[in-house]
């Protein structure tokens, strides 16, 4: 449901963007301020915090990493491995799932 609502403030910035450039024939007063995985200087990258701070901040645009799950679910990640970024690795529940996996890069195989 978060990812839902999320991804409906990025079509609606994008949308508002789009259409007062459209309607303007004038340059913008400003430089386009876009939001690189939210206002990760500051918060966790691709986090919901991390994309409100940077619209309360005056982002015009909000950049994410968009990843399927296993089961297909979009989720915002840019790393394609969790132990990159969480402590997985760490949490004897996971240890059974943990190893080396190999991973498809531009459609060659990586151990990883």
Do not use: W
């Not at 994008?14 to 007063?29: F, G, H, Q, R, V």
């Not at 206002?39 to 619209?55: D, K, M």
């Not at 969790?82 to 080396?100: I, K």
């Amino acid at each position: 449901m978060a990812l839902k609502a999320f991804l409906s403030v990025v079509v609606l910035l994008l949308i508002s963007s789009t259409t007062e450039s459209a309607m303007s024939s004038k340059p913008p007063k400003r430089p386009l301020v876009m939001a690189h995985r939210g206002s990760s200087g500051v918060l966790p990258e691709n986090t919901i915090e991390a994309f409100e701070r940077a619209i309360s901040d005056g982002a015009d645009v909000l950049e994410c990493d968009v990843t399927l799950s296993m089961d297909l679910v979009p989720i915002c990640l840019h790393e394609e491995l969790l132990q990159v970024t969480t402590d997985v690795a760490n949490r004897a529940e996971f240890q059974d799932r943990y190893g080396s996996i190999t991973v498809l890069v531009d459609g060659s195989p990586v151990s990883k």
